[in-house]
């Protein structure tokens, strides 16, 4: 049996995750008394709004395995090996070349990634910009190749953790 991959998280994202998994507790038992009600209402199991209650349970059930399973595997990044580079967890300030606009970005895994909430736009080190900026020093540029042959130039402006 292999060992689960492990989650590298920011806190902010740890955090983020705990409290989405307590909110989608809170559904979950509201969906529970919900469900209940409808069966004790029911005089026919066809009933749809009996289905439709099991269903939305399923999903946040389904839901809440997800997060426990992420924040089970979680590790903290909280040291950096490589001061000056491009790491999880960096805050980087990256020069579009191409439109000539900045933008303040965090490398993150992609479980947090997809996560809503918090105060900078998180990028995940899969995505072609973060594969590409992972490792980089600052004053680095690089391109990225998008679908359709297109191309993003970027350069590395500052990286903080």
């Keep these: 049996m292999t060992q689960p991959k492990q989650v590298r998280l920011t806190r902010e994202g740890f955090e983020r995750l705990e409290k989405a998994l307590a909110q989608e507790q ?9 469900l209940q009600e409808q069966m004790e209402t029911s005089a026919d199991n066809e009933d749809t709004g009996l289905e439709d209650a099991k269903r939305e349970k399923m999903v946040i059930e389904a839901r809440i ?12 990044i909280e040291d950096h090996e490589n001061e000056g580079r491009v790491e999880l967890g960096a ?8 439109n000539k606009k900045d933008m303040k970005v965090q490398v993150v895994s992609a479980a947090e990634a997809v996560m809503m909430g918090g105060s900078l736009p998180r990028i995940s080190e899969d995505s072609p910009v973060g594969k590409e900026l ?13 679908d359709g042959g297109k191309q993003m130039k970027y350069k590395v402006k500052s990286i903080e953790y």
């Design 91 to 98: 805050i980087v300030l990256l020069a579009n070349e191409t």
């Design 134 to 146: 992972m490792g980089r020093k600052k004053g680095e540029a690089f391109v990225v190749n998008l």
């Design 26 to 34: 809170n559904r979950l038992n509201e969906a529970t008394r919900i």
């Design 65 to 76: 395995d997800e997060l426990e399973d992420t924040l089970a595997r979680a590790t903290l």
